[in-house]
């Protein structure tokens, strides 16, 4: 019998050129996933980009329905921004045009293992609370544009281990939604206590947890950026070498210092560790709640963490956004390197104290920069390990002196 008449007779070339490394690659892949051919292997990947694309349309229109624009209310207005309280949804699918924002900064509630006053998601569930965030914020980027989130880590209750939530959330939003991790910056809090004290002080089987997780992402591997805008100044050692000059060898990790390296670029670039303390607790917007008995914003960052990547990502004119405004740090900060901004808020009672930031007049950012810190080399100081045996049981049992205090161990957050 003859062989019927293909419907759609592949009768059309196009021809691709390929490295003979990236032919071998695309052969060697299209059999070990069992097709006959690259082409056939090609036309497989391709259906399965529309199909990720039609789930994206799709989960961007469901969320248009569930998300309109009138969740979120205007609430203050400045010269450069708003804040507008209410569900952020409503601002990434209703509100905000698509393609609009330069960046999103911001810190979301953390999935904490000890709820605190403004509501946290259970760790395991986080990724799942998070999506149609991601999938907002995936709408409203610029392709040239960065999405910058200030996230801690949590210990598992009553663990001396920690949870993976943050790491998921980053794997989540690389590889669900296409966003490419840029760089992840460390925020260092030098200020911050020894907690969990259970696991640090008591049994001390752990160390002080002082370094948040700062994931900076972007639709495309190209967002725009200058770390010129971000110099630090030079450290001691630095300026004696711009002052004496430097004779130029190599070193002995095999790096070729040459005699550019003594030319002075106004300061160093610096490195992925913020180290900034959030120990801020008197000022205006302290006063002001103190002073109308309004609740201060419990998880609040140091205007210094914003200021570095808006500086560092955005031009002046340009759009910044916080999702998760609380106090409205990085809506002062905007406003004070006069980048449009917007804020969105679900506390009204966060929204009462964060205008203090602007009414009467917007609060400056601090002239005073801080100390800068030092970290000790680990190991400096000398230790008789003969006296300080280790816990062989790994803290699983409080010391013989603290057995009675209590049962349970209490585990601190953050
Ligand atoms: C970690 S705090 C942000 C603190 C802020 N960076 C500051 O310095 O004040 C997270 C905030 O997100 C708010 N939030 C949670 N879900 C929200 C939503 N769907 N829309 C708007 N805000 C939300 C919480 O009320 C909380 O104030």
């Not at 309280?85 to 698509?98: C, V």
């Not at 995936?138 to 949870?163: E, N």
């Not at 989540?172 to 907690?195: A, I, R």
């Amino acid at each position: 019998m003859a062989r019927p008449r293909a419907e759609n007779p592949r009768t059309k070339f196009t021809n691709i050129r390929l490295t003979e490394e990236e032919r071998a690659a695309f052969e060697e892949a299209a059999a070990t996933r069992g097709y006959k051919n690259v082409s056939e292997y090609i036309r497989f990947l391709h259906s399965e980009h529309l199909g990720k694309e039609s789930s994206r349309t799709s989960a961007i229109e469901t969320n248009a329905r569930a998300y309109p624009k009138s969740l979120v209310k205007p609430f203050l207005t400045t010269d450069n921004g708003e804040i507008l309280w209410g569900d952020s949804r409503g601002y990434l699918f209703g509100k905000a045009k698509p393609n609009s924002v330069d960046l999103i900064m911001t810190s979301p509630p953390f999935g904490l293992v000890r709820k605190k006053s403004y509501g946290n998601e259970d760790a395991d569930q986080y990724c799942d609370w998070f999506r149609p965030f991601a999938e907002g914020f995936h709408r409203v980027l610029k392709d040239s544009g960065s999405l910058v989130i200030d996230i801690g880590g949590a210990w598992k209750p009553g663990h001396p281990t920690r949870s993976l939530y943050h790491f998921k959330l980053l794997v989540m939003l690389v590889e669900e939604y296409g966003f490419h991790l840029c760089q992840e910056h460390y925020w260092w809090n030098p200020s911050k206590l020894p907690t969990p004290a259970e696991w640090v002080n008591v049994r001390r089987v752990r160390v002080k947890d002082a370094v948040n997780t700062v994931w900076w992402l972007a639709k495309t591997p190209y967002p725009k950026a200058n770390n010129k805008r971000i110099l630090q100044p030079y450290s001691k050692s630095m300026e004696h070498l711009l002052k004496n000059g430097y004779t130029a060898k190599l070193r002995p990790s095999g790096h070729d210092i040459s005699d550019k390296f003594s030319k002075d670029n106004g300061g160093s670039v610096p490195p992925n560790l913020l180290a900034i303390a959030n120990t801020e607790s008197n000022g205006r917007y302290q006063d002001q709640c103190r002073a109308e008995n309004i609740a201060i914003h419990p998880a609040r960052f140091p205007t210094q963490l914003p200021e570095y990547f808006i500086r560092f990502l955005t031009d002046p004119g340009d759009l910044v956004v916080d999702p998760f405004g609380g106090s409205c740090v990085t809506g002062v900060v905007a406003e004070n390197l006069r980048r449009r901004w917007v804020c969105c808020e679900l506390s009204e009672e966060y929204l009462l104290g964060a205008k203090a930031r602007f009414v009467p007049t917007v609060q400056p950012l601090p002239k005073e920069r801080g100390v800068p810190y030092e970290i000790a080399s680990p190991c400096a100081r000398p230790v008789d390990e003969e006296a300080v045996p280790l816990f062989e049981d790994g803290g699983a049992q409080r010391p013989a002196s603290m057995r009675k205090k209590a049962t349970e161990p209490k585990v601190a957050a953050e």
